[in-house]
């Protein structure tokens, strides 16, 4: 399989050699927004233009297929009717008209791939023949996108956040395999559900295993069951999670936590869909969709070898990358209300909303736990409101900190917050609170330390100490 793997590798890069040659370091100097894809429709190349004007990272997009991650009428066009097309996107970015030229590449008429172009200038030659730009969609704005019901409750104003549920959306629509990927808290569970509902499987079971929650022992009988007297302890024939979910979907939650030896297990489930039972000689087979999640970076660990490769591949068919809340801060304000609503409806609870100054608060602290850490919250500051609007003084120190830092400078700032009846918070509680602070502020380990005149290797065994990092 490596050897195959390789091949596959090598071919790909002489390719992506065949189609960007030498033109990387000119199309990387224009302003202009430059994307190309080669014959098998993945994306080969992508300028620093292109990247600020959608605010991808290149390292994200390359190698993905463009059904999967443009969401471009004009070059998926032109990539499959293999004839250049002029348009506009169906959505604008910063308010700016989007104008996209993409055309087929031929060498000595084998075709090679697409290249598309886009600017937010219209281009001089079409100022007074407008009608030639065909409009490729009749809505203009990003918001108008449809999802239907199920990505409806997700709530999100972002733009980010609609893309990645316009690809999810589609994904529902087909039985390919979807890796849901993003941070802890994010909603990857929730997206998963959502394409599970709006999947024509929906009347069918759905299955959830956390493969980082079950002891590597455990997670082979877990998921393929066994036969009775299998092993010691055994004393009943059980069915797995593969047959549980079978004719339904399997979504299998932090994936990158999977041990290396039930990797390839999967994977051939994947791929031939039959297993056996353990301690079991019969075939059995299975037929489930699967999705997938991880906030882990899976190209790291197949890097480092703790990931298989062809697992890998196996699984990224569609990539879905949910940001994370700090990338998509406008959602803060309606998932704040959205969660009011909810939890008052579950405690009793009347709060009705948060200050200004906790709105800006939240805004600038920058949500490690994501949407998860933002509803926990909410929790429990409804549950020990004293008014009915939640004011800065009550929402925790290592929150409030940043906004009087940000707001009032250091200097302002109060540097002993002692807590409602006087009494003083434990040496410890300073430390992790203003560790936890150094670290918002400044992102890493290095700069922390120095800012607080310690060693990064104290901030790290610290911050691993109290729970602030992994
Ligand atoms: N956009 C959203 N709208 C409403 N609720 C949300 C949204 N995103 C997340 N949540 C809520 O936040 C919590 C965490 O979401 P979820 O469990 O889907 O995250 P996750 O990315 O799967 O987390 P983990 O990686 O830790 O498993 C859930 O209670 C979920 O309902």
């Given at each position: 399989m490596a050897k195959v793997t390789s091949i596959h590798k090598k071919k790909k890069a002489e390719s992506i050699e065949a189609i960007n040659g030498d033109f990387n370091c000119v199309f990387d100097c224009i302003d202009e927004g430059v994307v190309i894809v080669n014959n098998e429709g993945e994306i080969v190349y992508a300028n620093p233009a292109y990247e600020g004007m959608f605010r991808v990272s290149r390292t994200t997009i390359i190698g993905k297929n463009i059904f999967c991650v443009l969401n471009d009428d004009a070059m998926i066009k032109a990539f499959k009717q293999k004839k250049k097309i002029k348009g506009k996107l169906n959505y604008c970015i910063n308010t700016n008209q989007i104008y996209v030229s993409a055309s087929p590449i031929y060498e000595e008429n084998h075709f090679k791939g697409a290249i598309g172009i886009y600017t937010d200038k219209l281009p001089n030659n079409e100022q007074n023949h407008l009608s030639k730009i065909v409009p490729l969609n009749q809505s203009n704005e990003i918001s108008e996108i449809k999802v239907n019901n199920y990505f409806q409750k997700i709530v999100t104003n972002s733009r980010n956040m609609k893309e990645a549920l316009f690809v999810a959306e589609r994904a529902s629509k087909v039985p390919s395999t979807v890796l849901i990927r993003g941070e802890?808290?994010?909603g990857k569970e929730l997206v998963a559900k959502a394409i599970y509902y709006s999947?024509?499987?929906?009347?069918k079971p759905f299955i959830r295993v956390n493969c980082g929650a079950i002891p590597s022992a455990l997670l082979e009988s877990e998921l393929f069951g066994h036969e009775q007297g299998a092993f010691t302890g055994a004393i009943k024939k059980k069915i797995g999670k593969f047959e549980e979910a079978n004719g339904g979907t399997l979504f299998l939650d932090e994936i990158g936590d999977m041990p290396i030896d039930m990797q390839v297990k999967i994977l051939r489930v994947l791929q031939e869909k039959e297993f056996e039972r353990v301690g079991g000689n019969e075939t059995i087979k299975c037929d489930v969709r699967f999705l997938a999640a991880t906030h882990r970076n899976l190209e790291e660990l197949v890097k480092k070898e703790e990931f298989r490769e062809d697992l890998y591949y196996r699984l990224n068919v569609i990539s879905v990358h949910i940001p994370s809340l700090r990338e998509r801060i406008e959602d803060i304000n309606d998932l704040c209300i959205y969660f009011i609503d909810k939890i008052n409806a579950k405690t009793g609870c009347g709060v009705k909303g948060i200050s200004k100054e906790v709105e800006e608060a939240f805004y600038q602290y920058n949500w490690p736990g994501n949407v998860r850490e933002l509803e926990n919250l909410m929790e429990s500051l409804i549950v020990l409101a004293e008014g009915d609007i939640i004011q800065?003084?009550?929402?925790?120190h290592y929150i409030s900190n940043i906004y009087h830092i940000n707001n009032y400078g250091i200097k302002d700032s109060p540097l002993i917050n002692t807590g409602k009846k006087g009494e003083l918070p434990t040496l410890e509680e300073y430390e992790k609170e203003i560790i936890k602070l150094a670290l918002d502020k400044y992102g890493s380990f290095n700069a922390a330390g120095k800012a607080l005149g310690v060693t990064h290797r104290t901030i790290a065994l610290k911050a691993r100490k109290y729970n602030i990092v992994d």
């Open positions: 802890s808290g994010t999947s024509n499987r929906k009347n800065l003084s009550e929402i925790p």
